[in-house]
């Protein structure tokens, strides 16, 4: 079924967000239910502001939000990892940063090692009770695919 989208007013975290990527913000936090939000465009346009402006609404002001973010690659969404680690408004230990098995250890920034699950430098899934403890999940969109075989919808 179709939902209404209404904007909902709101008080900018980050001062540097311009009008347009304030009004898909406010549309992302009018919007009832649970549809996946697409936020698309040309490189340096302000996707990552506006998704991090977005997460930052829904964390501070939804206190049981759940947020799962989902990026075309690994560096798209360890760029989200690093620009919502530097907010200092999400607690660490409220993050998960989910990656392939497929996906080298090494290509890991050693500072983004401590929000992945993994056994003998092999990426997993952890179980879903231990998932379920993370407020925000950052994915490929591929990777995502992970959380439905452990139960997550």
Do not use: W
Request: aromatic fraction near 10%.
């Amino acid at each position: 079924t179709y939902r209404a989208v209404k904007k909902c007013t709101f008080k900018p975290l980050n001062p540097h967000v311009n009008t347009e990527q304030a009004n898909a913000v406010a549309r992302i936090l009018g919007c009832r239910g649970v549809p996946p939000y697409v936020i698309y465009g040309p490189p340096g346009t302000g996707k990552t502001m506006t998704i991090i402006e977005a997460i930052l609404q829904l964390y501070t002001a939804k206190k049981t939000a759940k947020i799962l973010i989902c990026a075309a690659s690994n560096a798209a969404a360890d760029r989200v990892l690093e620009k919502l680690l530097a907010s200092y408004l999400i607690r660490p230990s409220d993050i998960f940063r989910l990656n392939a098995p497929s996906r080298q250890y090494e290509d890991v920034n050693a500072d983004f090692i401590r929000f992945c699950f993994f056994e003998d430098r092999v990426f997993k899934c952890p179980p879903s009770q231990a998932l379920m403890r993370y407020k925000i999940v950052i994915s490929t969109y591929m990777s995502s695919s992970l959380l439905q075989a452990e139960g997550i919808r």
